[in-house]
């Protein structure tokens, strides 16, 4: 299911990059809902609290790889 939905999103970007046109086609979009269906069933089983500190702790992540000038840097 979910090298399916890579697959797509890998497809959908490749084109989107040539083309300047970002979409999903709609026969790929079944791989895409599956994932997000599950995505959507893990998210209502975790407590609001705890999203809220997954989200601080990503925040301040981000704000230190901005500050050491890694956010641009993409991994060879």
Request: aromatic share 6%; hydrophobic share 45%; glycine share 10%.
């Amino acid at each position: 299911m979910y090298s399916i939905a890579e697959k797509v999103l890998d497809d959908a970007a490749g084109a989107g990059y040539i083309s300047g046109v970002w979409l999903i086609r709609p026969e790929d979009e079944a791989a895409i809902r599956q994932v997000l269906r599950v995505y959507d069933l893990q998210l209502q089983s975790v407590p609001v609290g705890s999203l809220r500190d997954a989200e601080t702790k990503l925040a301040r992540l981000f704000e230190r790889l901005e500050g050491s000038g890694a956010a641009g840097h993409q991994p060879a």
